[in-house]
C-alpha cells in the first residue's frame, strides 16, 4: 500500500459495501493519533487513519514541510504535491484492498491532513462524498487551473477552526471560509473556544454532520 495505516472494519448489518471514512492527521503525529476518535465515530464507516509520508527530524510525521509566519504560512510544494497524489492513489488501493463503496468516501482531516483533505477534493472532487478540515487552512493556490467549479456543486464541507488557536491562529479558518464561499459548495463552518485541537463539542458536531451527510448518502443503514 501506498501509505501506511490503521482501520476499524465496518459494523453496518446490511450486505451492502462499507463507505470508508479516511483520517489524515496534523504535522508530527502519526495514524495512531486521529485513530483515538474511531469510538466516537458512526460506526457504519469502515475508518481508515493513515501516515503521512515525510519522517520528521524530531519525531513524528508529517504531509509536508511547513513554514509558519507572522502573518501567513508557507509550504514545501514539491511535498505538497507528492503527499497529495499518494493520498489518491492509496484510496484506491483501500477500496479495493477492502472492497469499499467507492461512491461513499468521506475524508476527515486535522490541521496539515486538513489542508491535505481539501487539496485532494479540489483536484478530484468525483473521488469523494464529504470532506471534514479541522484547523487547517485552504489556500488559492491549492485550487487547479482549468477545472470546471460546477464539479464543487453542492458538495458538502464542514470546516472547523479554534478561536484561540496559537498554531494556525482563527485567520486561517476566516480565510478558508472565505474562499471556499466563493465556490458553490454546501458549506457549514463553525469556531469553537478551544486551540489546536479538537475539543468535545467540535467532535460532537463533526460526527453528527457525518452521520447525517452518510445518511444523505441514499444508502446508509
Not at 462499507?18 to 457504519?44: I, M, Q, T
Not at 489542508?115 to 487552512?137: D, H, N, T, Y
Request: glycine share 8%; proline share 7%; aromatic share 10%.
Amino acid at each position: 500500500m501506498t501509505l501506511e495505516y490503521r482501520y476499524k472494519l465496518s459494523n453496518s448489518k446490511n450486505d451492502e459495501k462499507s463507505p470508508l471514512l479516511l483520517l489524515l492527521h496534523g504535522l508530527g503525529a502519526d495514524e495512531n493519533d486521529l485513530f483515538g476518535l474511531v469510538p466516537y465515530l458512526d460506526d457504519r464507516f469502515f475508518i481508515a487513519s493513515a501516515r503521512a509520508p515525510y519522517n520528521l527530524p524530531y519525531g513524528g510525521f508529517g504531509w509536508f514541510e511547513l513554514i509558519i509566519g507572522p502573518d501567513d504560512i508557507g509550504v514545501n510544494i514539491k511535498q505538497f504535491e507528492q503527499s497529495r497524489l499518494k493520498i489518491l492513489q492509496f484510496i484506491d488501493e483501500i477500496v479495493e484492498e477492502h472492497d469499499l463503496d467507492k461512491n461513499r468516501v468521506f475524508l476527515c482531516g486535522f490541521s496539515q491532513g486538513a489542508m491535505m483533505s481539501m487539496s485532494a477534493l479540489f483536484s478530484e472532487p468525483q473521488k469523494f462524498a464529504g470532506v471534514v478540515a479541522m484547523s487547517g487552512r485552504a489556500m488559492p493556490e491549492m485550487l487547479p487551473e482549468n477545472k470546471d467549479p460546477d464539479a464543487l456543486k453542492d458538495f458538502p464541507i464542514f470546516v472547523t477552526h479554534g478561536i484561540n488557536d496559537p498554531l494556525l491562529p482563527i485567520e486561517n479558518g476566516r480565510a478558508t471560509k472565505e474562499l471556499l464561499e466563493n465556490l458553490p459548495v454546501d458549506l457549514k463552518y463553525r469556531e469553537y473556544p478551544m486551540a489546536h485541537e479538537i475539543s468535545p463539542e467540535s467532535l460532537s458536531d463533526v460526527r453528527e454532520w457525518l452521520t447525517q451527510k452518510l445518511t444523505e448518502s441514499g444508502k446508509g443503514s
